[in-house]
């Protein structure tokens, strides 16, 4: 089982965002075709985000 997660916070002009893909950091198969064809899923992976306009 894969747990993705996200937190969004606004703050006057700005916008900041964490998403967590595996958040629990366990193995899965994210692809499997055939006996011989078969993908192990990412590990867990962060990424944070700001954006201002400008």
């Known amino acids: ?3 993705d997660t ?3 916070y606004q703050w006057k002009h700005y ?3 964490l ?3 595996n958040a629990l ?3 899965y198969l994210s692809y499997v075709a055939s006996n011989n ?3 192990a899923g ?3 992976k ?3 985000s700001l954006t201002t306009p400008f």
Do not use: C, E, K, Q
Request: glycine share 4%; charged share 20%; net charge positive.
């Open 19 to 21: 998403n967590i893909s």
């Open 6 to 8: 996200a937190l969004f």
């Open 42 to 44: 990412d590990p867990r």
């Open 25 to 27: 950091d366990r193995g």
């Open 15 to 17: 916008s900041f965002a």
């Open 1 to 3: 089982m894969r747990v």
């Open 37 to 39: 064809n078969v993908h």
């Open 46 to 48: 962060m990424t944070f």
